[in-house]
């Protein structure tokens, strides 16, 4: 990846509003292609009820070395710069509003309405700059009955039928960490969707405004699994369908040393294989059977077989056989695996006062203008004073907004 | 969304040669947005081991028979497409999908490594001909790399990619999440970003450019902010171990009366000191995150929860400010009044088959709204059609057809 090359959203501004995972994330897929993301952060002293919390996952500040640490290794503020502005007050409203008449893109990620009440919400923006693209990711939506319903990652796929498929007979759902809405229906959902609108906007002339669901980008992720549903009404149980376990050839099996090991034979071809190499080429004509007996003399058959090795035993064995197989791997295993590093999923970085902080990478990789990771997260409000310069705004005057905490 | 508003993605032309799920989906997004999508199917009779076997996996029909148009009409992944069948492996093939290049934005396939060149449908060969196309290339593991040729599918790509291992419970195998975290997420989902961040870039460099996107490297983005407490704090995640996974009391699923589950996700202290209160054990509250008391508060939970019906629960709680959910099978899911009043189930008349349903447009875009505008064509229905549109003439596509060229 050579230095000079200039990503593929160079020139697009984004200011984003949001907090958490998923708008983070979006902005960060749009910083590493390029974009010139600001965050904007809160002045002032949090108040009411979230005063004095403080989350181990967040930014620290420039304060301690807890700080800066947490903050080098903060990999959704990499790229990006940070402005505090407070939003209450007239003064830090009509700040942001400069920024605005500069940018492409607003992301905000508030509940309902909270955008109205700070004056940031799309009408106010878009009559100042008709060509923003304004982004609303929120939980169920801007409008529909659960409109005001708080929830997280394990509600939006509750409700969007995804959670209720997920998991073992005679267990609670197994919840898929907070991937599915807060990163993929949310955060990487919104970031497509932003610059589906900076294109369309190349022919109108104008910006608009999306209204981004995480719950509606979950149902959208189960697409295929829904047209099965509307043609056949097949409902899922957890492991009673072929791709969440309940069959042989695409399943998780354990090995010799206590680790699982993954098969995903749906082919015939591949599935014929493996029960040839696991010694019973016979069951390769009943890879679909519907018996439930033989079903579960193949799935004890294989489970046998699968504890006779270890895991990297089988990976190995298996490997050059054309099947498809992989080792379930722990986060350290999956970040140390040799093909993960080679393809650049492991970025190193250097952080002042911190040293080198590993971050994961960028996933799609383009040949003429490749995504980077250029720098780590700012502290809230590192780049306050030379945003504000960048508007024109006085030295001077910046002090002043600094110490009526307009400005942070 | 009236019809006649315009598309976001209007004269973006792709052509799709990718099957199964993950580009087929990557391009849906692309089409309910506007764009002319192409899928470029096999003609000529399958040949090898693939020869006269079909996957039991979803797809959609592929003959003019009532089930294979009824099996079309519900396929989602391949709505607001046409379709043209041509067979790569002749020299006329491979000059009408040359044709069909030269006047394409985008082309999307997801073959094993390699195999895009041995048809000579590569990006290499493509741009010379149209340095404007964004060629994308979805696979498993990338374009690169020790596992480059390793075949899989989505199972494997989120064990490799570290997701499969933090999913599930105590004492159980992993749990499988679908195939929503590779093939749709990671895979198709990142591969249609992708494409139109390409398309912007193309905007100002005047050239079109090649991404390798692997489903497994899609998976590990997914996994930045867990990574990123991994790289500082050395975090691994255990099955049930976890906040993020069913470790806690707060963040979890519960079996409500009638044997349904019922899904409670709240993190913030001031939503579980809400529930505490609600469950009529406020001390609770004060012990959240005490690793002591998890064992105890989970146990209570699970017993309170079983005294009422998920129905009755969720009438409760989704007033108060506790972040609750149902658990709902896809049925409930897609009958839900609220999914219903946002648009997340679309029906379309098929010809020949009635009013069919499918899963709707996830972002809602104000001023170029995405549409689902037709169903899925059958493989070749538009294969005159886009002749036509390339310049051929009537006996030359009969000749072609009569040839096996296309179909």
Request: glycine share 12%; aromatic share 8%.
């Amino acid at each position: 990846m050579p230095g000079e090359a200039l990503g593929a959203l160079e020139g697009i501004r984004v200011l984003d509003l949001s907090r958490l995972a998923p708008g983070p994330y979006g902005s960060m897929l749009l910083g590493d292609m390029g974009a010139e993301v600001i965050l904007v952060e809160e002045a002032g002293r949090p108040s009411g009820r979230r005063a004095g919390r403080q989350r181990p996952d967040v930014r620290g500040d420039n304060e301690t070395a807890e700080g800066r640490r947490r903050t080098a290794y903060n990999a959704f503020g990499r790229n990006k710069r940070s402005i505090r502005i407070n939003l209450k007050s007239t003064e830090g409203r009509e700040l942001f509003y400069r920024l605005v008449d500069d940018a492409d893109v607003v992301l905000e990620g508030y509940r309902p309405g909270v955008s109205e009440r700070l004056g940031v919400d799309y009408a106010t923006l878009s009559a100042r700059n008709p060509r923003l693209v304004y982004c609303s990711i929120s939980g169920y939506g801007q409008d529909g009955p659960y409109r005001d319903m708080v929830g997280h990652d394990i509600n939006y796929i509750a409700m969007a039928g995804a959670l209720g498929m997920i998991g073992r007979k005679g267990t609670p759902p197994a919840i898929p960490v907070n991937v599915i809405a807060d990163y993929a229906g949310g955060g990487l959902m919104a970031a497509f969707a932003i610059t589906v609108a900076l294109l369309a906007r190349e022919e109108t002339g104008r910006g608009q405004y999306v209204d981004m669901a995480m719950t509606e980008g979950v149902m959208s992720l189960i697409t295929g699994l829904a047209s099965t549903f509307f043609a056949d009404g097949a409902a899922i149980a957890p492991e009673e369908h072929r791709l969440n376990g309940g069959w042989a050839y695409y399943n998780v099996y354990e090995t010799a040393d206590g680790k699982w090991l993954s098969i995903g034979s749906v082919e015939p071809w591949f599935f014929a294989r493996l029960c040839e190499i696991l010694g019973r080429p016979e069951y390769g004509a009943h890879q679909y059977s519907t018996d439930a007996a033989l079903r579960n003399e193949m799935a004890a058959y294989f489970r046998a077989q699968f504890k006779t090795k270890t895991r990297d035993a089988w990976f190995q064995t298996l490997f050059d056989e054309d099947i498809c197989v992989a080792p379930v791997y722990s986060l350290s295993e999956a970040f140390a695996d040799s093909h993960n590093r080679e393809r650049g999923m492991v970025v190193e970085l250097e952080a002042p006062g911190v040293g080198a902080v590993k971050q994961v990478g960028v996933a799609p990789k383009f040949s003429e203008t490749p995504g980077r990771v250029r720098h780590t997260a700012p502290y809230p409000g590192q780049d306050t004073d030379a945003i504000l310069g960048s508007l024109g705004v006085e030295a001077s005057v910046i002090a002043d907004l600094r110490a009526r905490e307009v400005v942070a | 969304m009236s019809s006649d508003c315009p598309l976001a993605l209007t004269g973006i032309r792709v052509l799709d040669l990718s099957r199964l799920t993950p580009g087929p989906y990557g391009s849906m997004l692309l089409g309910d947005m506007g764009a002319d999508v192409i899928m470029v199917e096999e003609a000529g009779r399958p040949s090898g081991r693939r020869a006269g076997r079909k996957l039991q996996a979803t797809v959609r029909g592929d003959d003019y028979s009532e089930e294979g148009r009824r099996q079309a009409a519900y396929y989602a992944l391949g709505r607001n497409k046409r379709s043209i069948r041509i067979n790569l492996k002749s020299a006329a093939g491979q000059e009408v999908f040359y044709r069909l290049a030269a006047g394409a934005d985008v082309v999307l396939e997801g073959f094993r490594p390699g195999v895009a060149r041995r048809l000579g449908v590569d990006y290499a060969t493509l741009s010379a001909r149209n340095p404007r196309l964004v060629y994308c290339s979805l696979s498993g593991y990338g374009q690169t790399g020790p596992y480059t040729q390793l075949v899989g599918h989505d199972i494997n790509y989120v064990s490799i990619g570290g997701a499969l291992g933090m999913i599930g419970r105590q004492g159980r195998p992993p749990a499988i999440p679908m195939n929503t975290i590779a093939d749709y997420a990671g895979g198709g989902l990142m591969a249609a970003f992708a494409i139109c961040v390409a398309l912007l870039a193309r905007r100002r460099t005047g050239r079109g450019q090649y991404i390798d996107l692997a489903m497994s490297d899609g998976v590990l983005s997914l996994l930045t902010g867990i990574g990123a407490l991994h790289f500082s704090e050395g975090l691994e995640l255990e099955p049930e171990s976890h906040r993020m996974n069913g470790g806690e009391a707060y963040y979890n699923t519960y079996e409500t009366a009638d044997g349904k589950w019922i899904s409670i996700g709240s993190v913030e202290p001031w939503f579980f000191a809400r529930l505490c209160e609600i469950l009529g054990r406020p001390a609770y509250a004060e012990v959240q995150y005490d690793a002591a008391k998890r064992e105890e508060i989970k146990g209570y939970l699970r017993e309170r929860f079983k005294t009422k019906t998920r129905a009755e629960w969720f009438a409760l709680l989704q007033e108060e400010d506790v972040c609750v959910a149902p658990v709902y099978t896809l049925e409930e899911a897609f009958a839900d009044p609220h999914a219903r009043a946002r648009g997340m189930v679309a029906e379309l008349s098929a010809a020949g088959i009635g009013m069919v349903r499918q899963v709707g447009v996830g972002p809602k875009l104000s001023e170029t709204p995405g549409q689902v505008r037709a169903p899925a064509p059958l493989p070749g229905q538009h294969t005159d059609e886009l002749l036509r549109e390339c310049g051929y003439e009537a006996e030359t596509i009969a000749a072609y057809r009569a040839e096996e060229v296309v179909a």
